[in-house]
């Protein structure tokens, strides 16, 4: 008995010194760590980071784009794309998610409502009171769809690229890493090998788009945020407590509002699968379906070109209705 405890104690030690090891050293991210450009908006939960970028005064539409970003990467997903839409005249608002980026890490429940009313918090606090234009990537699109149903006199048109929400069932039900402690073990331990999968550098050609973001760019700045505490933990409580993965009923609901709505899709999405595309068409019919050949999840710094002309062409069409 004496040996097997013996045992056990060395093999916890094992497994905590690499944890200590990577954790030791994370920060609190303060206003210091902040970029330049930009600023916090003082919500409910904790500080939300935020940009604003502007057209140029011949072309202003007095119209506002929303980018709502996914699960793990924060604002510069959008880097590529946002161009396309201030040379149309559309006043561009940009943030990350609580737990994201530079915004504040609350040791709080990621539920649905943390992000739904994250965002209403933010259009507040940017005194936006005309509907906006909302633009959602990966989970970003199930975050579109909640806050527009439940705000739907903010919302005057939705753009849904690689949407989450339309899986066959949860498959984190059987992912270990998920289970409180070992979880949080493990995605410490191991951290952009794991939450970055997918986009690690390897031997793959150059993206073909000069605006796309290289992977080693994204892993660069993706890992910058894992700097900061709270980073692991807002993932894993998002996972725990955000339903990712099965939203057809919530989207059929927004789909009865009858809003402008576009959805962009590539064909080889291995992270949420094309054939989801199926269904949202169902749950809101009078949605506009690009298909982007060979197209995979990232698509929206992989081919921001396409994906920008796109959401661009998509409200210029809205404007001559």
Excluded: C
Excluded at 37 to 60: D, F, T
Excluded at 134 to 148: E, I, K
Excluded at 158 to 176: H, Q, R, V, Y
Excluded at 272 to 299: A, R, T, W, Y
Aim: hydrophobic share 40%; proline share 5%; aromatic share 12%.
């Amino acid at each position: 008995m004496k040996n097997i405890l013996t045992a056990l104690s060395i093999i916890l030690i094992l497994l905590w010194v690499p944890y200590f090891i990577q954790t030791y050293n994370l920060k609190t991210l303060t206003t210091s760590d902040l970029p330049t450009e930009g600023a916090w908006a003082s919500l409910e939960q904790g500080n939300l980071y935020y940009r604003w970028y502007y057209p140029g005064e011949q072309v202003a539409n007095n119209e506002t784009v929303v980018l709502v970003h996914g699960f793990s990467t924060p604002h510069f997903v959008w880097d590529g794309m946002k161009g396309f839409l201030l040379d149309a005249g559309y006043s561009v608002l940009v943030f990350d998610h609580y737990g994201r980026g530079y915004s504040e890490r609350p040791r709080i429940k990621y539920t649905k409502d943390v992000f739904v009313q994250s965002l209403k918090g933010l259009l507040d606090s940017q005194q936006i009171y005309d509907q906006v234009h909302l633009v959602g990537y990966s989970m970003g699109g199930p975050v579109v769809g909640h806050f527009t149903k439940e705000f739907p006199d903010k919302v005057k048109s939705m753009s849904l690229i690689a949407p989450g929400g339309f899986m066959d069932e949860n498959p984190t039900k059987d992912w270990w890493i998920m289970k409180p402690l070992i979880g949080e073990w493990f995605l410490n331990v191991f951290g952009t090998r794991v939450v970055f999968q997918g986009n690690e550098e390897n031997d793959e050609p150059p993206r073909e788009d000069p605006l796309a973001l290289s992977k080693k760019d994204f892993i660069k700045k993706a890992g910058i945020q894992m700097q900061y505490k709270g980073f692991i933990h807002a993932l894993l409580s998002t996972a725990r407590n955000f339903n990712l993965f099965s939203t057809q009923e919530m989207f059929g609901e927004v789909g009865n509002l009858n809003k402008p709505t576009l959805t962009i899709w590539g064909t080889d999405d291995g992270v949420v699968p094309f054939k989801g595309s199926e269904e949202l068409m169902l749950s809101i019919p009078q949605s506009e379906l690009l298909v982007l050949e060979g197209g995979k999840h990232d698509i929206t710094y992989a081919e921001p070109s396409l994906v920008g002309a796109a959401v661009r062409d998509f409200l210029i069409s809205l404007a001559k209705v």
